[in-house]
């Protein structure tokens, strides 16, 4: 079983974008410490539509297991990436679900 892991962040206007930078670069440094995350994708908003409600970027994990994404939630490298993330973010969304394919 596949489980995703998306979060969608925007980020207080007092965050300098050095400061996400260095903020998005810690995320990924998160890959080679968790070995239970399979896969990792981030964006910014391109803003195509102008629907995304303020919200600024996205991350994706790809875990095998609700185990695995229950395992990351609590690891302490994860834990301790969040108190750099936290202040950052005016608010954020957290949504787990497992992909159905359509079209592989």
Known sequence: MEIKHVVLVKFNESATEEQIEDCIKQYVKLVDLIP???????GKEIGIL???Q???HVFESTFE??????????????TSYSSVLMPLVEKFVLLDFQPVNVKP
């Open 54 to 56: 303020g919200f600024t």
């Open 36 to 42: 239970s995350i399979k896969a990792f994708k981030w």
């Open 50 to 52: 102008s629907l995304n």
């Open 65 to 78: 297991s609700v185990e695995d994404v229950v395992g990351f939630a609590t690891n302490p490298h994860h």
